[in-house]
Each structure stands twice: as C-alpha cells, then as structure tokens.
C-alpha cells in the first residue's frame, strides 16, 4: 500500500476546487465511488470525515448481503469500507414487502473496500493506493476539467401524488392514530422528472454550495447515483459508544436576525414539535438497548436547536456503550431503518408507510456511510437528497413529515416544501 500526503500549500488550485476535481476524477474513471464532505461545520460528536474512496468494479462485485458484511467487519483488516443501506433492507429484518415501483435500481446493500482513498485533514490531503502511484493520482486530479452539469434547461420535477392525495393520506393515518395503531408516521412523497440528463458531480457541488450540511456525500454505483446534503446522522461508533442523532422538528430560518430569532424561539417552545421528538427519542433508546450494555443508554442532548442553511432543526442526542464483542452488523440490524424516518411503534410505522406512499424510497431514508479500520463508523441519514439513474434519465427526490394526531395536513404539506427548498432551487437555477 502507497500513499503520499500533500499539503495544502502544494496544491496547483485551491481547496476547493481540487476537491471538485477529485470527485470529478473519480467518477470518470471507476465504476463505484462514495465521497463524504462535512463541510467543515462544527457538530456535536463530529460530522463526517473527509474522504473519497474509489474502485473499479467489474460486473457489479461487491459486498451486497449482511453475511458479506458481517465476514468482511469480522477479518483484520486495514481498509476503510464504504457503501450504504437502503431502506428496503427492512424487509428482510421483518415481515414486510414493498410492491411500489423502484425507478433508480440501487442494490438494496452495497459496500466496497476502495483500491485508492483520499483522506483530507485540517491542512493536507493523503492519498492511499494499492494498485497506482499516489503521485500519479495527485497529477491526473491536477490536470482533470470540470465540467458543467450541462442539462440544457431548467429541470422541472413533478410531484408523484397531488396535493389533494396527500392531504387525504396524511387524513387516513391521522385515523389510524385515533384509532391506536401507531402514534406517529414518518409520511414521504417524491418528486421526480424523466428523461434527465445531467452531469451528476457539478450538480452535486452545486446543491451542496446551496445547502452545506454536516453529513453530505457523493455516490455513485454504475449508473445509479446519490447527490446528498444530509443534516442528520444515523449512528455512529466511536470506541465503545453509540450515538444516535435524531431530527425530529423543522422551521424555516428568518430573512432578518431578529425574525431569525423569533422563529428559533417558535420551535423551540412549540410543543407539538417536542412531542414528535420525544416518541422518537423513546424509539431510539428502545433500538440501542437491544445492543449496548445495560444501563448504559442516555439522553445526552433533548431538543437541541440547529441551524441550516433554509432550516433550524430540533436535534437530540442518545448514546450507548456498546461490548466490544459485537459485530457492528448486529447492531446496525437492531437500529435500522432508524425511527426518524419511520414512527413508532416502528413495525406498524412501516406497514402503513408501505400503504400509503406511491413509490420506493430506495436509498431515500437509508443510511450512507463507512467503517474505518480500528472499527468505528458513521452513518448519515439519507435525507434532502438526489437519487439519479443514468440510463434512463430518471431523477428524483423525496421529502416528508412527522404525522401526529395533532398534524394540520396543510401545514405537513408546506413543511414538505419547505424542506425540498434546496433541492429545487438548484434543480431550477442548473
């Protein structure tokens, strides 16, 4: 294994453009790559590491099953791995289906040892390769074109279902409430547009100079792609602890600081708000002590107040100590898919999920992530994000709510909106 560490000072271009041309690099000459970008935003138990990871792939190889994984996590070994979860995977950890169209084809799970990695630090970039002279790889990156995302127009996307059948389902589940079925369902629609064709890293840059966010990342398997500007971390493992990061509460950020203000004020105090993120606090403390150490899960952080770019969110934080001897596979099994994008209780969450919305949601309220070779990982939460199929053109983007009792379905569909701000904004300016 050869590496070479530049520093930043030695760089041909400045930061920032030499990360554009690396991911460009990268998705030009390797069949799968995944790149994770914190954007240097400061966040409770740190944000993603810096890293791009790449490898050829010939026909689809890769580790595509949890008994791949569990084998792959179990040898010694002194690579990163990297990949995701969709959300689909919860069919095979309970008894449920999904019969809805899948229009971007992602494998369900998907990871990957990369043959060359780059790591970036506070001031230089290491470059990792077992099969090219990282020098060489350092000079290509140098010498790479950006290019524009080159869609000729504005990309109009359409909604899957209209208002009215939204208002209506988000009706139906405040029944199934009423009725004692669950108390609260995370309800999602999709936005989409056909026959797309773009080039995916320049509108990556692009929506994430819109919406920088601490767990963002590019990803592309063959054809199939994922643009993300993900605010929200899934779980982490840092040594012997667990850390769950549930967003649960969103309002939109003011046009003036004191408006700013007010509106942090609003979500702070709403009690609505806080409710939604309680259920799903008790959620994830339920999922983590079915894996950590008894007596070992609190909540560290209730209703803390975030700021985003279009958004605050309402954020808590839950850990665990976890034993060491537990393979990490059991216990992303135990938490997956995670109850922000779910509702609880979580199996009857997902039933009516499965009955209401339109589409699959694929790598939509998955996880994206990695493993690090001393056994930590991070996982994000694949939220305002971008899947696109290549192929076909397909492009499409998914958003959705907390739905309570006390949801107003106007008010679920315009936070709906609200959260797809970013994305159509650099649909819409491309």
């Not at 040898?75 to 969709?86: H, N, V």
């Not at 408006?259 to 806080?274: C, F, G, I, M, V």
């Amino acid at each position: 294994m050869l590496q070479l560490t530049l520093p930043f000072t030695s760089l041909p271009v400045s930061v920032s453009q030499w990360k554009q041309q690396a991911v460009a690099w990268a998705a030009a000459n390797h069949e799968v790559i995944a790149y994770y970008d914190s954007n240097s935003i400061p966040y409770r138990h740190g944000a993603f590491q810096n890293m791009l990871g790449v490898r050829h792939q010939p026909n689809g190889e890769g580790i595509t099953t949890w008994l791949k994984l569990h084998q792959a996590l179990d040898e010694s070994r002194k690579l990163p791995l990297f990949g995701y979860l969709t959300y689909d995977l919860k069919n095979g950890l309970e008894k449920l289906h999904s019969n809805h169209p899948d229009h971007i084809g992602f494998p369900e799970l998907f990871f990957f040892f990369p043959e060359s990695w780059l790591v970036w630090s506070e001031d230089a970039v290491t470059i990792h390769s077992s099969v090219e002279d990282p020098a060489a790889i350092a000079n290509t990156i140098g010498e790479t074109k950006l290019r524009s995302s080159f869609s000729k127009n504005t990309i109009k996307t359409a909604a899957r279902e209209t208002k009215e059948e939204y208002l209506r389902s988000v009706e139906m589940l405040r029944r199934h409430i009423l009725e004692g079925d669950v108390y609260e369902v995370n309800y999602c629609q999709e936005f989409y547009a056909e026959g797309v064709q773009l080039e995916p890293t320049s509108l990556f840059w692009k929506l994430n100079q819109t919406s920088p966010t601490p767990f963002a990342g590019f990803l592309k398997v063959e054809d199939c792609y994922l643009l993300c500007a993900s605010p929200e971390r899934f779980l982490k493992k840092e040594n012997n602890l667990l850390i769950s990061q549930p967003i649960k509460g969103t309002i939109r950020r003011g046009k003036t600081e004191a408006e700013d203000q007010h509106q942090r004020q609003l979500l702070a105090t709403s009690e609505k708000e806080q409710a939604e993120n309680m259920m799903i606090v008790d959620l994830v403390r339920n999922d983590l002590n079915r894996v950590a150490s008894t007596g070992t899960v609190q909540v560290e952080e209730l209703f803390g107040l975030y700021g985003f770019q279009y958004v605050w969110q309402m954020i808590s934080t839950v850990t665990g100590v976890v034993p060491e001897s537990l393979n990490p596979v059991e216990v992303l099994k135990a938490t997956f898919p995670m109850g922000s994008m779910t509702g609880a209780p979580k199996i009857r969450a997902l039933e009516l999920i499965e009955q209401y919305e339109k589409t699959k949601r694929g790598l939509y309220s998955g996880s994206f992530g990695y493993f690090l070779p001393n056994g930590d990982f991070d996982f994000n939460v694949v939220i305002r994000s971008l899947q696109y199929k290549a192929q076909s053109g397909y492009l499409s983007f998914e958003v959705g709510s907390a739905i309570t009792y006390d949801s107003d379905p106007e008010e679920e569909y315009q936070e709906c909106l609200l959260k797809a701000a970013a994305i159509r904004s650099v649909l819409e300016n491309i």
